[in-house]
């Protein structure tokens, strides 16, 4: 599977914007790319995914490199609450590498610190 | 709340006896996932449902591992014998999947945190 790297940790003043970068340089022609995040004691939530464009939610904006060998996710604002691991997760939508490919494949992401 | 559940939130159980999770998922998403989340860790796959198939299994489901979906509803994950290495956070995932969508978002219930002495 194609993997992704990601910092190990990053800090965030609050109410300032936050590039989290994500290299996936083997990425294929298949992959979407997903953004999941996981608060303390919680289980991981949803943020945004894109394949081509940049995308934009009410959460987040993902911005994809032209070549998509790396992405990054922006949150405009950090909040107190943004605190937490974000993790870059490719899924191959075709499902060409078997029929076990909805499944998502984490990393140990980025944990963000957000400073008040 | 994502809308899905999970129960017991947390169980301490001995070496050698066996524990039942359960999921609940959102009512409509006919897919169902188990993750299992060790500390510093993401969380990896352990298994997929679409309804009451299983249709994937994850290499670290072990023998000792066997997760049922009847009627395509709730879900139960079972650890036999129980062993200090399965300490871990077991988490369930539900989605609605429609063929194969890109949007496949998972929504993730708080997770069973399971402590083996």
């Known amino acids: 599977d194609a993997k992704t790297t990601q910092p190990n940790s990053m800090e965030s003043n609050e109410e300032e914007p936050v590039h989290l970068p994500c290299n996936h340089s083997t990425i294929s022609g298949t992959d979407y790319i997903h953004w999941y995040r996981q608060l303390p004691s919680q289980g991981p939530e949803y943020v945004i995914h894109g394949l081509t464009s940049n995308v934009n939610n009410r959460m987040a904006s993902l911005a994809i490199a032209e070549d998509r060998k790396s992405s990054t996710l922006i949150l405009h604002r950090a909040t107190l609450r943004d605190a937490a691991v974000y993790y870059c997760i490719l899924r191959d939508v075709l499902g060409l590498r078997g029929a076990g490919s909805y499944q998502l494949t984490f990393g140990k992401g980025t944990k963000l610190s957000v400073i008040p | 709340d994502t809308g899905v559940s999970q129960d017991p939130r947390h169980k301490i159980t001995k070496r050698g006896q066996n524990v039942t999770f359960r999921c609940d998922p959102i009512s409509e998403h006919n897919r169902l996932y188990w993750y299992r989340q060790t500390l510093g860790q993401g969380p990896e796959f352990l298994t997929y449902f679409q309804n009451e198939a299983q249709l994937e299994k994850s290499r670290l489901l072990s023998d000792r591992f066997s997760a049922e979906r009847p009627k395509g509803s709730f879900s139960t994950l079972e650890i036999q014998r129980t062993e200090q290495g399965d300490s871990a956070m077991y988490l369930c995932?539900?989605?609605?999947?429609?063929?194969?969508?890109?949007?496949?978002?998972?929504?993730f219930g708080p997770g069973t945190r399971l402590t083996v002495l």
């Open positions: 995932a539900s989605s609605l999947g429609l063929g194969h969508s890109s949007y496949n978002e998972q929504f």
